[in-house]
């Protein structure tokens, strides 16, 4: 019966109520056009977030997806100045994202080297490239159809957000409905007893890595289509840390095997309305990472409150909470 | 003895002129240089004004890049300090923190031309720490200018609601912020709205501005004060055209539509000029305590040129 | 703290006991009201079938897990664990039926986690390391203290954690299937100490499926069914088989299970599965032949390299001389996915590390090598991978959460969907390594026939490893000894053989 | 006879290697002078590496460490800036410290939180206040004795060095010799089954956060110290990270219960190292982060091979080692 209730809607309960004090606080937050502009702040840490679940899910960690934002987004800008149409520019960048992702993927895999060091590494080249390629200085788009990507929209729905929402639907369908997703769960839950099982762990590991750097592609590509420029200082603030902590506020556990695509989803939302919030209720600059901090940590700490109780008992316990913690934590 | 309090030794040159160091003397002067970090083009173009006058005026200069970690840029001028420099060209990371740097360099009888970031002057005395010069663009003049830029465009009692794209956590950036606000507020209707968090970073500075205007929907002016802020904040803009926008240059962005100003620094020159001051010091002038440059004015219809930037 | 200080406060103090405790998860009730008491130097045998309460009670009782009513008295003193330590200090010690000791520790780290001994503030190795020592050398257990604990083998590991018990100034132990991993002798010593134990003073429950270890030790039998105390009578006073009928619901049948098909004549064809002096890193020499329609049982002491030829049959461990052929055909393992495209399946004997993935549910995990076959165009057909899995799971009497997390099922029952799990992939030669390990006597007697058909009616080849010497007899036709990392020269014929032979051969090949 | 050689050797040997491949790069790496400055400028690194490996064995993770730097530093500033002398100024700043990793273990372990997000709320905690209280600016030290910390010295070896040299020796003592040592490593083995042997879990857990919180206030002291001014994004740069991943390259595990406090020593002076020697020998700044990646790397990559292999096989391995690769790697 507990099972039934979705794991994720503790978090979703969080963000409601986190945008509905924030309404509450300012008019401006609840526009449309906030709504909008939200979601479409929010877009790059969503796509590191959900490709960021699929290696942590396996028990990795990815630290190389913010550099990868602006190893992409300069290989787009730097494939449109020699004359490149912008669709190939951009299947550029998505090429050398996944083949970061791959690289990251076979090292941990055929290595056997801890993930972290891995992707640090990899975090280090792919932001030395950049730098190295246009010696630091910017790469300006050429071909003005690339802003599709980032300044577009459909139904007044923003590109950017449009993207995030395919690329969360597609990676749920291939975590629920697929072989794949079972393997990436199991890979995650225990690689011995994976192993036992034949699945292919190596290119379950591979396949994760390579996702995640494919998700870094299209922050790349949405950053430089929205400025119109490549930079080589792009993804690199808090983009790795915010995704990650998206992901695990979306309940993602950072030893592998639990978590979800909609969760992950949800922890980025979370966090970008709080961005978001910050601003536009007009929260002063330097107390913006505590206010963010106390957030996500209230956040958490009523979605773990509501998994270990179901929704039903909570007002029970609340009364008689003492008689019943030790032994159910197990 | 062996136990060394760190507490330094008073090597009485602060007080005592400008010590000469062996290597001012050599064919080459080695001169160290130590700026912040290359992944902001201002550096880069000033990196490679020093290196060009460098090798113009016969020093041999050496550039070290601290990646913007204090720490680091005091132990990476030690390492050069221990190369016996003739003088040491600094750009701190930070304002404060960088009189330690300032420190050691005095302490090892090395003079100290300053760039672009002050010394906190306080963090100077209460370390007994001197530079021989202060080199660089005038912040407070340059947010003024900007200032005057938009009285004069949008007039002198124009209703005014202003909001800031800046970097709160640095020094130069809140002098720009100063400079522009004293000198908007001889305009009684202008109100300084909002101040958002742009990071010095045109992604974010394009998030932070659309969620400024998001949340005061009532701007008509946003002052920018940092390249990379103004780039961010014109693309934040595409196509609202209630809200102008100043602020110091966007690298090579032509100023047109609601791009409305901006001025300008020449990194560039700074490090040429640092150098040509070192050369005219050891010709035997009197470096002056503080060079403070003029920033190059930019309006509607012009684009700044490479190596002119916020 | 010394054992004769033990003893004496043992003797002196009453009995432990609870009183109508019951216990749910998720609402689910799983202990309806249990009462039972164990008096020091009483040994009380629990049994139970899988999935009846005997973990969950143990558990209450040594404070890992709170009850939602009733009471727990130690000397007739009202007793509140709020946690394990509590238990500890009211002399309670616990042998978990998981095995729970910390495998990056060492040994003597282990001995005495949570009651190091110290010298001036500082950690008095050289101390914990002899007693430790003495510790395992009084339970005839080889082991250095300075080895992490992950280094030792199963058994090794559970005789290990009995001991630690001991030495922790308990006067009640509550072991929870201690000899799931023992081989015969080493079953018979344990038992040995469980009753010198009990004439020191301890109050002992002792949790079994194997009547024969529980009535050779147990002075009181207790059954538990459903959550309810059935049976709780002395040994005397209650027979085997009225144990059985309360547990598994009916009489067993005493045939045993190879005896109800006929097994194909041996013929002299070639072998499914032959090992010519095959080495590894852990094995000397194995030669052996296994043949389609037939189970093979592998009998050895433990660490002799029975589960390392089995693990190098399936690629876990390269080859490093001699070969092995496949129908006639040479064969090099590779990898366990390889081994499973050759129709070779294997169960594990070590549930915990590479048998279940704990936080999947039990459909899952039962389905877990096949859910490639159940595709369209790429896609999971749902339904019908919950229908194998369910199909699977009842064959093998699955009880309990199907849909929580494995994890959560009873010891028992998650042996059993490993089993399941084998059955789901359809091999053709399965390995299985001690197969019924904590299954209950019902469902045992009806895996061992299961077993049985499969290799009689379905013709598959099986090789089974079990340390249980009636086991093998049972549904063995064809047994091989395992001493020192090889093979005995000859195979011998099931049928000739008794349990006791088995472990008479065993020791004079070790 | 594995177990005979300790598990550092390996990086160790790393360290080795470096340092002599820099020596013959370059004269002035191999001075005197230049290996106390590498130890200097470590010295942070390595103290957040210390209080991390803690962490680490328990399986959690402290990200609060940065910003504590830059709280507990400024709380060291502000204190003498009150009047109050140096001594008196790091005990605060240490007390600030241990406060914090003390909030950070409690609402791990009492309230169940993910690691990750308790201390990514404390991160932003931390990163505030010290903003908050001074307006962004920097609070210049008044005691010239507080020097001392940062710039003091003793028989020539700088006293951060030594702070370092002490705090890993009775850090070592801790986990090698006294019952809490070895609650921490079971703790991180496996927490249920350390609750089943009674030890005690919460104070372990908030024991580990406080001792990383010492430690990043050890940090915060010497970063003011050197600079004689406490300033609010001290530690905000590289510092977390490479502490981390200093951890994790001298062999801890971040999953918990591997690893030691000499491992994560030799990791934080592998880091040091290359990154000092990056810049004696005059490696191109925008090729720094990619030469440091590439190094650890292949650091990590010696050190695991050497792991798996004992050093008496290694040469016959290499030779034949196509046959051996499946099973080791298990
Ligand atoms: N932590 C838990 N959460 C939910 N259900 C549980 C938990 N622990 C045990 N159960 C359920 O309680 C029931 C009794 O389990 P228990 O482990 O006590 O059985 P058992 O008698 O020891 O069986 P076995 O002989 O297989 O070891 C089972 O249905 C099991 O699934
Ligand atoms: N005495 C021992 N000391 C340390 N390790 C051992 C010992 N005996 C065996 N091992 C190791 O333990 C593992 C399991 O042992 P093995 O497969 O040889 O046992 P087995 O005959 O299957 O016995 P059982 O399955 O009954 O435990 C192997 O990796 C083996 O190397
Ligand atoms: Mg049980
Ligand atoms: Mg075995």
Known sequence: MRRRTPEELGIAAVVVIVALVLSAISPTFRTLENAQILLLNGAVIAFLALGQTFVLLTGGIDLSTGSNVALTGMIA??????????????????????????????????????????????????????????GASSVSVKDPFFAIIGRGSIFGIPMPVLLVAVAAIVFTIVLRLTPTGVHIYAVGGNQETSRLAGIPIGRTIVLVYAISGMCAAFGGLIVTSRLMVGYPSAGSGNELFYSIAAAVVGGVSLFGGIGSIPGALLGAVLIATVSNGMNVVGVQSYWQPLVIGVIILGGIII????????????????????QAAPADQA | GAVDTGTGTDTGTADGGIPRPAACDSDTPYIAVALPNLTNPYYVAMKEGFETAGADNGFEVEVQIANDDDAAQLSQVQAMLQKKPCALAL????????????????????PVFTVNVTVDPDALEAQGASIVQYLGADNYAGGAQMAEQVLADLGADADLKIGFVTEPDEVPTRVRDQGFEETVASDANATVVAKVDGNVKPDDSLAATTELLSGNPDINVIFASTGP???????????????????????EEPLQGNYKGCVAQEPGRYGQLVIEEIAGWLGGATPEAEVLLPLKLFVTGETPAPGEVG | MERTATVDSAMNSGALEVRDIEKRFSGVPVLRGVSVAVRPGEVVGLVGHNGAGKSTLLRIISGAHRQDAGQLLVGGEEQSFSSPADAHEAGIATVYQELSLLPNLTVAQNAFLGVELRKGGILDRARMRRETRELTESFGLDVDPDRKVRDYPVATRQLLEVAIATRRGARFLLLDEPTTSLEGAQVERFLGTVRELAAQGFGIVLVDHKLEELYAVASRIVALVDGRIRIDAAVSEVSRDDVIQAIAGHAMEHTPARERIAPPASDESAPALRAVGV???????????????RVLGLYGLVGSGRTEFLRTLIGLDPVLDGSIELGGAAFRPRTPAHAAAQGIVYVTEERKTDGIVPLLDAGANVTLPVVGRFTRAGFLQRARLRQEAVERMDQLSVLGDRLGPVVRLSGGNQQKVLLARALAQKPRILLLDEPTKGVDLGVKAQIHRMIVSLAHDEGLTVIVVSSEEDEICEIADDIVIFAHGSTSPDVLDASDVTPNDLRT???SAA
């Open chain 2, 229 to 251: 802020a103004t780039y961010g904040a014109l693309q934040a803009l595409a196509g609202n055209t209630n809200v102008s926008v100043y602020g110091f240059c966007a690298s």
């Open chain 1, 303 to 322: 979605d773990t409150y509501r998994r270990r109780v179901p929704l039903g008992e909570l007002l029970s316990r609340l009364v008689k909470r003492r």
């Open chain 3, 279 to 293: 080495r590894t890193r852990a094995l000397r020499s194995v030669s052996l032949d296994a043949r389609a329609g």
């Open chain 1, 77 to 134: 800008a730097l494939t449109m100045s020699v004359g490149a149409p912008w669709w190939l520019a951009a299947l550029a960048a998505i090429a050398v994202g996944i083949l970061v992702g791959t690289v990251n993927g076979s090292l941990v895999h055929f290595l056997k080297l801890p993930p972290f060091i891995v992707t640090f590494a990899t975090f280090g080249v792919a932001a030395s490239i950049p730098l190295i390629l246009t």
């Open chain 2, 91 to 110: 750009n701190g990371v930070k304002s404060e923190p960088a009189a330690a740097i300032v420190k050691a360099a005095n302490d090892a009888g090395v």
């Open chain 3, 505 to 507: 051969l065993a020791w």
